[in-house]
């Protein structure tokens, strides 16, 4: 019934998958597959990054978590950013929703898949889609994740193209207050069509996670992350945070 569901839906998407390189927002996060039926949580997401020219912005983003199923978490969003030179602004409302198609740890590989939609205060943009498989496996104490996401504007005045972004992470669980590892995040371009290797956007820097419960069914959960651009097209550094009150 889920993969029929989500058959529908990427059906539904295929047409637009055909229609100038985004770059992932300094407070973007790695998505994982699992998923806790009954969870609610507050999620904050805070980020920063350097340009190569010497000007910063930021974004930042609140919403509102619940699992509504076994297999279903959805989210709302408000997002806010500060481009360089500007003052910072509300940027958009975005809704999030996380499909988990495997059972946890029963296979090689856990399995699920991201459907975002983004509705811009510039309503000249349109609608900004993303979507794509999530996959995650562990070896040991070691976890990996590796998402590869398209991003689509619809119904905006301009055309925009189809990009494929990616984001992926590695850590060593030492303790569930206290993990490190690595994270990357960056775009291709165009997703049938990659732009030349220095227009893309790599970043990868050393990451730390953790989970501190503090009381009865209730925790926070934490990742930071501290990136370095490898491309011209890339910002120079990126500062990241993530702090979800689960309850």
């Given at each position: 019934?889920?993969?029929?569901?989500?058959?529908?839906?990427?059906?539904?998407?295929?047409?637009?998958?055909?229609?100038?390189?985004?770059?992932?927002?300094?407070?973007?996060?790695?998505?994982?597959?699992?998923?806790?039926?009954?969870?609610?949580?507050?999620?904050?997401?805070?980020?920063?990054?350097?340009?190569?020219?010497?000007?910063?912005?930021?974004?930042?983003?609140?919403?509102?978590?619940?699992?509504?199923?076994?297999?279903?978490?959805?989210?709302?969003?408000?997002?806010?950013?500060?481009?360089?030179?500007?003052?910072?602004?509300?940027?958009?409302?975005?809704?999030?929703?996380?499909?988990?198609?495997?059972?946890?740890?029963?296979?090689?590989l856990?399995?699920?898949?991201?459907?975002?939609?983004?509705?811009?205060?510039?309503?000249?943009?349109?609608?900004?889609?993303?979507?794509?498989?999530?996959?995650?496996?562990?070896?040991?104490?070691?976890?990996?994740?590796?998402?590869?996401?398209?991003?689509?504007?619809?119904?905006?005045?301009?055309?925009?193209?189809?990009?494929?972004?990616?984001?992926?992470?590695?850590?060593?669980?030492?303790?569930?207050?206290?993990e490190?590892?690595?994270?990357?995040?960056?775009?291709?371009?165009?997703?049938?069509?990659?732009?030349?290797?220095?227009?893309?956007?790599?970043?990868?820097?050393?990451?730390?996670?953790?989970?501190?419960?503090?009381?009865?069914?209730?925790a926070?959960?934490?990742?930071?992350?501290?990136?370095?651009?490898?491309?011209?097209?890339?910002?120079?550094?990126?500062?990241?945070?993530?702090?979800?009150?689960?309850?």
């Amino acid at each position: 019934m889920r993969i029929a569901f989500l058959a529908r839906a990427l059906a539904a998407l295929c047409p637009l998958f055909f229609s100038a390189v985004a770059h992932a927002a300094p407070n973007d996060y790695v998505h994982t597959p699992t998923v806790e039926e009954g969870e609610k949580e507050i999620d904050f997401k805070w980020g920063v990054q350097k340009h190569r020219d010497g000007s910063s912005g930021t974004a930042t983003s609140i919403g509102f978590g619940w699992g509504a199923a076994s297999w279903w978490f959805t989210e709302l969003y408000g997002k806010w950013h500060r481009e360089p030179g500007q003052s910072s602004g509300f940027d958009a409302w975005e809704w999030e929703n996380r499909f988990q198609l495997t059972p946890t740890g029963k296979y090689p590989l856990d399995l699920g898949f991201l459907l975002e939609i983004e509705r811009p205060k510039d309503r000249s943009e349109g609608y900004e889609l993303t979507y794509g498989p999530l996959l995650q496996s562990e070896w040991g104490l070691v976890q990996g994740n590796l998402n590869l996401l398209w991003e689509k504007h619809v119904r905006a005045t301009e055309p925009f193209n189809t990009e494929l972004h990616y984001e992926m992470q590695l850590k060593y669980r030492a303790s569930e207050k206290f993990e490190w590892g690595a994270q990357g995040f960056g775009s291709f371009g165009t997703w049938d069509h990659w732009a030349p290797s220095s227009q893309q956007e790599h970043k990868f820097g050393p990451a730390i996670f953790g989970r501190i419960k503090i009381g009865a069914g209730q925790a926070v959960r934490y990742n930071t992350a501290l990136l370095f651009g490898t491309t011209s097209a890339s910002p120079r550094t990126t500062l990241r945070f993530q702090a979800e009150y689960e309850f």
